[in-house]
Nanobody, 126 residues
Framework: QVQLVESGGGLVQAGGSLRLSCAAS????????MGWFRQAPGKEREFAAA????????YYKDSVKGRFTISRDNAKNTVYLQMNSLKPEDTAVYYC???????????????????WGQGTQVTVSS
C-alpha cells in the first residue's frame, strides 16, 4: 500500500551533519504521520522523531532534541531528517516509517506504524 525508501546515510565524523530522505509512494502521502526510528548494533530499534501529517507538529526522542530536525514536503511525498552535531552513539541503521494520522498524536511506538522502509546506515566516527 505504501512503499518507503530511505537515502542519505553515510560515514561522518563526530560533530558533522547528514540529511536523510525518505521517499514515499503508493497511497496518498498526506494524512500519514511520518517517523524515523533507528537501530544501533546489538540494540533494539528505537524511536527518533515524528512529524504530523500536516507538518505542523514534531516530536523527538530526548537524546536528539536540538540536534535533529524532521520535516516533510507533501508535494514531493518526502520526509527528511536533518541530523546535526552527530555523535558516535547516533550510529545506527535509520528507518523511515508511516502511520495513519487517525491513530493519534504523538506516535512514537513501533506498533503504531504500518509501513517501513528498508533503512539507511549512518556511521559517526569519533
Amino acid at each position: 500500500q505504501v512503499q518507503l525508501v530511505e537515502s542519505g546515510g553515510g560515514l561522518v565524523q563526530a560533530g558533522g551533519s547528514l540529511r536523510l530522505s525518505c521517499a514515499a509512494s503508493g497511497r496518498t502521502f498526506s494524512r500519514y504521520t511520518m517517523g524515523w526510528f533507528r537501530q544501533a548494533p546489538g540494540k533494539e530499534r528505537e524511536f527518533a522523531a515524528a512529524i504530523s501529517w500536516s507538518g505542523g507538529s514534531t516530536y523527538y526522542k530526548d537524546s536528539v532534541k536540538g540536534r535533529f530536525t524532521i520535516s516533510r514536503d507533501n508535494a514531493k511525498n518526502t520526509v527528511y531528517l536533518q541530523m546535526n552535531s552527530l555523535k558516535p552513539e547516533d550510529t545506527a541503521v535509520y528507518y523511515c516509517a508511516s502511520a495513519h494520522a487517525g491513530r493519534g498524536w504523538p506516535l512514537h511506538q513501533q506498533y503504531e506504524y504500518s509501513y517501513w522502509g528498508q533503512g539507511t546506515q549512518v556511521t559517526v566516527s569519533s
